[in-house]
Nanobody
Framework: QVQLIESGGGLVQAGDSLRLSCVIS????????MGWFRQAPGKEREFVAQ???????????YYIDSMKGRFTISRDNARNTMYLDMNSLRPEDTAVYYC???????????????WGRGTQVTVSS
């Protein structure tokens, strides 16, 4: 069973930056995907970014187009932690941000196996 715990959310102003963290624990395969999703009020959960997580250290980030250049996903295997660095935040980035884990990854949140409880990010204008 995999456990995921997010942290780092908060209230910021437009143009500010935030770093979200996700600590993973529990039994997991040697190679899998870690990802970030977000869900704004009244909207469907949305894919943000994913990265591979392998024992060899292979790093293959993937972002949706609207996030490229502003958001950066990374991970620290030694700390069992994944990060999402968010820059130039906009009010439309306001959402609950979720960390997820899955053997296959992908942009469809319905296929991901494990989820954290989420961390709220609010961007004021």
């Amino acid at each position: 069973q995999v456990q995921l715990i997010e942290s780092g959310g908060g209230l910021v102003q437009a143009g500010d930056s935030l770093r979200l963290s996700c600590v993973i624990s529990g039994r997991r395969p040697n190679n899998f995907f870690m990802g970030w999703f977000r869900q704004a009020p009244g909207k469907e959960r949305e894919f943000v970014a994913q990265t591979t997580w392998s024992a060899s250290g292979t790093y293959r980030p993937y972002y949706i187009d609207s996030m490229k250049g502003r958001f950066t996903i990374s991970r620290d295997n030694a700390r069992n932690t994944m990060y999402l660095d968010m820059n130039s935040l906009r009010p439309e980035d306001t959402a609950v941000y979720y960390c997820a884990s899955d053997p296959s990854g992908g942009s469809d949140y319905r296929t991901w196996d494990y989820w954290g409880r989420g961390t709220q990010v609010t961007v004021s204008s």
